[in-house]
């Protein structure tokens, strides 16, 4: 009476056929691919067409001239005028040009080391330096200028130039 229909069996996708892409992968291949354009975009804007970075209020004030480099200046200038330098010098040519007393210069050195410690570290740099142009020639001058930093830390100023002293005042 009632012929039952026969189910069919599923066909299994053969070797040949092509594989469906799923939707999800190739949205998200387009989205990476989108990205990657984007900030390379970005990049190159920020690189080429950037607009140049404004100058310093610092910079402006002083007529372009940086301020550290102009204090690393004063430094170094105050560095070999200190009496730790001439110190430093006495020190590193006492054995090339002999002793000299230099009691004054100690103390002010000392007191120089309490009050900076980077003054003197330069200054001692600053006297490596210097005592590497003395020769055998040249020590009677740079015994002579110790010597005339040794009367000024005593308190006694320095000298005149010619050795005459200081002049009377009034009565010209």
């Known amino acids: 009476m009632f012929k039952k229909k026969a189910k069919i069996p599923a066909q299994a996708p053969s070797a040949d056929a092509p594989k469906k892409r799923s939707m999800v992968k190739l949205a998200l291949g387009a989205l990476v691919g989108l990205a990657a354009l984007g900030g390379g975009g970005y990049g190159a804007w920020a690189y080429l067409m ?10 402006e004030r002083h007529d372009g001239v940086d301020p550290q480099k102009v204090a690393a200046l004063k430094a170094e200038a105050a560095a070999e005028t200190s009496a730790t330098y001439n110190f430093a010098l006495s020190q590193i040519l006492k054995g090339r040009c002999g002793a000299l007393n230099v009691a004054a210069l100690k103390e002010a050195s000392d007191a120089e080391a309490a009050h900076d410690g980077l003054l003197v570290q330069m200054s001692w740099l600053a006297a490596l330096r210097r005592a590497g ?40």
């Open 50 to 59: 950037a607009p140049a970075p404004e100058q310093h209020v610092e910079e």
């Open 133 to 172: 142009t003395v020769t055998e020639a040249s020590c009677d001058r740079m015994l002579a200028e110790i010597d005339r930093a040794e009367v000024k830390a005593e308190g006694g100023g320095a000298p005149a130039a010619g050795g005459h002293g200081e002049k009377p005042a009034g009565g010209h």
